[in-house]
C-alpha cells in the first residue's frame, strides 16, 4: 500500500497556472501507475492524466495541451502542471495510484487502490 498526499491547489485566475503535487510514502512508489482525477461540485469523477510505471502518458481531451503529469521516482512524487487553466478546471483533484507492470495505463477510478485526500483548485476572476 501507499499513502497519497496532495498539495498545491488553491485559487487562480483563469489563464492562470499551478502545479499539484502528490507525494507517497509506504511503498515502492516507482512499480505505481500513478493518475489525477478530479471532481467537481454535481459532477462525476473524471480522469484527468495518468503516468505508468514507464512514464507512458495519458490525458483527458479536455486538458490535453494543457496540463503534464510527470513523476520523480527518487522524491516518490508525481506532479501535474496545469496551465492556461479555464474556470471549468475548477474542481476537487485526487491523486491515485495502482501497482502496476510497465505496460499498464489504468483508465478507471475502480482500478486504484490508493487515493489522496484531494486538493481544491478554483479557477475563477
Known amino acids: 500500500q501507499v499513502q497519497l498526499v496532495e498539495s498545491g491547489g488553491g485559487l487562480v485566475q483563469p489563464g492562470g497556472s499551478l502545479r499539484l503535487s502528490c507525494a507517497a510514502s509506504?511503498?515502492?512508489?516507482?512499480?505505481?501507475?500513478m493518475a489525477w482525477y478530479r471532481q467537481a461540485p454535481g459532477k462525476q469523477r473524471e480522469l484527468v492524466a495518468v503516468?505508468?510505471?514507464?512514464?507512458?502518458?495519458n490525458y483527458a481531451d479536455s486538458v490535453k495541451g494543457r496540463f503534464t503529469i510527470s513523476r520523480d521516482n527518487t522524491k516518490n512524487t508525481v506532479y501535474l502542471q496545469m496551465n492556461s487553466l479555464k474556470p471549468e478546471d475548477t474542481a476537487v483533484y485526487y491523486c491515485?495510484?495502482?501497482?502496476?507492470?510497465?505496460?499498464?495505463?489504468?483508465?478507471?477510478?475502480?482500478?486504484?487502490?490508493?487515493w489522496g485526500q484531494g486538493t481544491q483548485v478554483t479557477v475563477s476572476s
Open positions: 509506504g511503498s515502492i512508489f516507482s512499480r505505481y501507475a
Open positions: 503516468i505508468t510505471i514507464g512514464s507512458s502518458t
Open positions: 491515485a495510484g495502482r501497482n502496476a507492470g510497465s505496460f499498464y495505463m489504468p483508465r478507471t477510478q475502480y482500478a486504484y487502490n490508493d
